[in-house]
């Protein structure tokens, strides 16, 4: 505070007439004394208060409301010595803010007693009561982390290359095995988180989709979408998710069943004292010295994006897409504001001694969508994830019961330019050119679905995405989702056969099987049943698909079963559209703008990952193949309830015993009764 007043002309902490040093320090101990109290005792009522603004401007207002505290403290200074002018007191604040949390961070460095209490501070508003805490049991929780649209083969590059230390580290050690598992066709966070959370995504054909019998348009990140799919899904499993059992879910869109939620997208569609959905925000900016620091780190990022595609743009990088706009301050928004706020709430949950925590980690996603899977942005954002890895592991160390910390990720990402910058059109373009429909001389921009902008909407207090744009009943509905394409015909209350749209549009679907940017297509036949479509009129039922083969061909294993399946559900569209794959390149044309996409088959969009500790048994006996989130939801059922009972200890010196145990990681299960209820504690 000395030094400020001495370099800011409007500010000053002496009388006119001058004072000594000696009385200067005194009168900045007692102004920074007031500006302490009033930040403990003034500030947690204001965010309080501030749960009514939208939280995307929280981060703005702390600024100001941070100085004018200041600029109050200083009126408490005896005999009128602390004077400041109000744009400087807000400067002042935030410097002064931002030293406390440095210092004390810096501090706490080699002091693990000072570094525990530090972080009791920052998540004491969601901490349980001390006696409940202490009652904690001695068995294991488990934290689960996801990073979006993380692919195995991009975790494993980066962690090779020592962009993320942490996860290099344990994979070195042995501590940790990281396996790949297999995305069923719709390869997007709406179907894997719900099948990883609630044990079902059954009848989520794609992150959009037309249901014929409401004439509405479901969207995976819609909050009245999720609250639907959650319930859905609840209905056919008979169970409430995977965290019904004193369980956290922090970030996700969906709740997994659990009693403490934080900024989750299916809660944040009710209205009233029960929603708690955006509580996570309160928890960690009744910090002052957070709110400050995670404001100035916002500015800062969407500096370093309007900086990136500058560069892009003068380079002439290609493929390339749009990222001007509010696209800045939505990848801020997603790498600072959310990213902070999810790892606060999960630090809060372990020291609270939680049984089950499940937080979804959303920054790498949304900037490959705009920068590529494989840029250099997109490594810079893993390098920060790796740090809340790291911070997280530390809170470990110091919570008050044992905790496993697994990995995952909900998907991977395809590289790939954008079908409408290849070809001048849109897929809706396409179809209506195929229908005899006039197609507009300029092709629009495709919606983008990415995961950040729902969040963004939510914490504005604005609807997430409306249904699909009005235009005649009689007209296609185009749905796109990563490079799967949806065609629905409203005016039919049924799913159309291929006889049917023939009949209607004789050159659809020989116009879009035969366009070369596109794989294949799905569609009902009234002779065969459903069959695949590709080029040159190839034509092959789904009951004969076998991978390596037909349309199929390129596409990788387990793409016959994954059409089968989705063929099976109720509102599976009239006509399901899958982008061309090169699988040489790794390359996939998006439907919408975005050149690192996921939604459907091809590449590294389906083959996310999976890490997790040894002390855990293995996701599949044998070392098997893990396909769809069905089967994860299984296996980390599984270890939740192998985190009850006598525990054999990994870190015993080297002997039979842990030699057996590294050969046969499944030897590690606990001995609680292994036929216990999935859903009951030991």
């Known amino acids: 505070m000395m030094i400020l007043a001495g370099l800011l002309p409007d500010f000053q902490l002496q009388s006119d007439d001058g004072d000594s040093l000696t009385r200067v320090a005194l009168t900045a101990a007692l102004a920074a004394g007031a500006f302490a109290v009033l930040s403990a005792l003034v500030w947690p009522v204001l965010v309080r208060a501030l749960l009514l603004v939208p939280a ?52 706490a460095v080699r002091d693990d007693d000072a570094y525990r209490r530090r972080l009791y501070r920052l998540a004491a508003r969601r901490r349980r009561k001390s006696d409940e805490a202490d009652a904690c049991p001695p068995t294991p929780g488990t934290v689960f982390l996801q990073l979006d649209g993380v ?44 099948g990883i959370l609630h044990g079902s995504n059954h009848d989520v054909p794609a992150f959009r989709w037309y249901e014929k019998e409401t004439g509405e348009t479901q969207v995976s990140n819609r909050p009245t979408s999720a609250a639907e799919l959650q319930r859905r899904a609840i209905e056919r499993t008979g169970d409430g998710g995977l965290l019904t059992v004193d369980g956290a879910s922090r970030g996700n869109l969906f709740s997994g069943g659990a009693e403490q939620v934080a900024l989750v997208l299916s809660v944040a569609a009710r209205r009233g004292k029960e929603n708690r959905s955006r509580a996570g925000y309160f928890a960690y900016f009744c910090d002052p010295a957070n709110a400050v620091r995670t404001a100035l780190s916002f500015c800062a990022e969407v500096g370093r994006e309007i900086g990136q595609s500058s560069h ?25 504001v959310e ?41 810079q954002v893993l390098a920060r994830l790796d740090r809340s890895l790291a911070l997280i592991a ?128 799905l569609v009902r036949s009234e ?48 006509l399901m559209v899958n982008s061309m794959y090169d699988p040489l390149d790794g390359e996939v044309l998006a439907f919408e703008e975005q050149i ?27 070392g098997g193949d893990l396909v769809g989130a069905e089967q994860v939801h299984h296996v980390l059922r599984r ?36 036929h216990e209820p999935q859903d009951k504690p030991a």
């Open 527 to 574: 002779e065969h049943g459903a069959v695949v479509l590709g080029a040159q009129g190839t034509e092959v039922p789904v009951a004969e698909l076998a991978d390596g083969h037909g349309p199929l061909a390129d596409f990788g294993p387990g793409a016959a079963d994954a059409v089968r399946r989705t063929d099976s559900f109720p509102h599976t569209a009239d």
């Open 394 to 521: 530390k809170v470990a160390e110091h919570a008050p019961r044992p905790y496993r910390i697994v990995v995952l990720s909900d998907h991977g990402q395809s590289p790939g330019e954008t079908f409408r910058s290849r070809y001048g059109l849109t897929l809706q373009d396409l179809v209506r050119a195929g229908c005899g429909l006039p197609v507009p001389r300029r092709a629009r921009r495709t919606r983008s679905g990415a995961e950040a902008r729902s969040a963004v909407r939510a914490a504005l207090h604005r609807p997430v995405e409306e249904g699909a744009g009005g235009g005649r009943r009689s007209e296609p509905v185009v749905l796109a989702s990563g490079n799967l394409g949806l065609v629905s015909f409203p005016d039919v209350p049924h799913r159309m056969s291929k006889e049917e749209i023939d009949a209607r549009h004789p050159a659809l679907l020989a116009t879009l099987a035969n366009h070369p940017g596109i794989g294949f297509l």
């Open 596 to 622: 690192g996409s996921h939604g459907g088959l091809g590449g590294a969009q389906g083959r996310p990952f999976l890490l997790s500790p040894l002390a855990l048994s293995e996701p599949v006996e044998g």
């Open 312 to 336: 892009a743009r003068i380079r002439k990088h290609r493929p390339r897409v749009s990222r001007g706009g509010l696209y800045p301050f939505i990848r801020a928004f997603a790498t600072v």
């Open 639 to 674: 270890w939740l309830r192998e985190g009850h009972g006598p525990q054999v200890p990994l870190a015993a010196p080297p002997g039979p015993l842990e030699n057996s145990l590294r050969q046969d990681p499944g030897a590690a299960s606990f001995a609680a009764t292994p």
């Open 339 to 379: 990213r902070d706020v999810v790892v606060a709430a999960v630090i809060g949950d372990m020291l609270a001694g939680r049984s089950a925590v499940y937080a979804d980690l959303v920054a790498y996603d949304e900037v490959a969508h705009h920068s590529g899977p494989f840029s250099r942005d997109a490594e």
């Open 151 to 194: 692919g195995h083969e991009v975790l494993r590059r980066v962690a090779r290359d020592d962009l993320m230390p942490t996860v290099n580290t344990w994979l070195r050690d042995g501590s940790h095995r990281l396996v790949p598992w297999r995305t069923d066709w719709s390869s997007q966070t709406g179907a894997s988180q719900l």
């Open 56 to 107: 995307l401007v929280l981060g703005l207002v702390v600024f100001f409301l941070n100085g004018a505290l200041l600029f109050f403290a200083l009126k408490l200074v005896p005999e009128n010595r602390g004077e400041v002018g109000p744009e400087t007191a807000v400067v002042v604040a935030a410097v002064m803010s931002a030293v406390a949390s440095a210092t004390g961070g810096a501090l």
